[in-house]
T-cell receptor, first 111, second 113 residues
Framework: GQQLNQSPQSMFIQEGEDVSMNCTSS?????WLWYKQDPGEGPVLLIA?????ELTSNGRLTAQFGITRKDSFLNISASIPSDVGIYFC???????????FGKGTRLSVIA | DTAVSQTPKYLVTQMGNDKSIKCEQN?????MYWYKQDSKKFLKIMFS???????INETVPNRFSPKSPDKAHLNLHINSLELGDSAVYFC????????????FGPGTRLTVL
């Protein structure tokens, strides 16, 4: 089946540092989504991207839909302890196909 | 108010048993989903229902049978549970079809002994 390559797999950063993670695909996607999952909880949507080249911010988070439509990145600026969790990218080829998830980036923030 | 809710939160059972997980959404969404998250946190779609109609059925064993009594509910029944079924199962919903943003429930952690 369709797979997304998400990197890095895990990150350990100091509080206040910026973070960057990305996802790539061998297929063209129409939609890219970024989710965060806290321990014991379900994934929560952070940012949704629907157009190639689109750059969208949500507070300290910024995500971009790559112009090739085969990649997306998520940046977190000035990280804080509550940013800890697993970040998932998810993509969709078309409106009727399943959402495909990356394997997640586990973020740890050292105060 | 909880948007997507699941019960139970935890389920521990013996191999060979039959169990059900319930999901309800109060968002007025048309489409609901079941996902399985394994021990490595990999999330994979299992089923999707739109207005009580099955629209996505990934390669899932026949022992798994979703049931949607109405568009606000999507339950998952699992027969003859196996050790490999141990995982966290997430329900999700979206406004229309799969192209819309999906909202996830809190998950049900199933442990098969």
């Amino acid at each position: 089946g369709q797979q997304l390559n998400q990197s890095p797999q895990s990150m350990f950063i100091q509080e206040g540092e910026d973070v960057s993670m990305n996802c790539t695909s061998s297929s063209i996607f129409n939609t890219w989504l970024w989710y965060k999952q806290d321990p014991g909880e379900g994934p929560v949507l952070l940012i949704a991207l629907y157009k190639a080249g689109e750059l969208t911010s949500n507070g300290r988070l910024t995500a971009q839909f790559g112009i090739t439509r085969k990649d997306s990145f998520l940046n977190i600026s000035a990280s804080i302890p509550s940013d800890v969790g697993i970040y998932f990218c998810a993509g969709q080829i078309s409106g009727n196909t399943p959402l495909v998830f990356g394997k997640g980036t586990r973020l740890s923030v050292i105060a | 108010d909880t948007a997507v809710s699941q019960t139970p939160k935890y389920l521990v059972t013996q191999m060979g048993n039959d169990k059900s997980i319930k999901c309800e959404q109060n968002l007025g969404h048309d489409t609901m989903y079941w996902y399985k998250q394994d021990s490595k946190k990999f999330l994979k779609i299992m089923f999707s229902y739109n207005n009580k109609e099955l629209i996505i059925n990934e390669t899932v064993p026949n022992r798994f049978s979703p049931k949607s009594p109405d568009k606000a509910h999507l339950n998952l029944h699992i027969n003859s549970l196996e050790l490999g079924d141990s995982a966290v199962y997430f329900c999700a919903s979206s406004l229309r079809r799969t192209g819309d943003t999906q909202y996830f429930g809190p998950g049900t952690r199933l442990t098969v002994l």
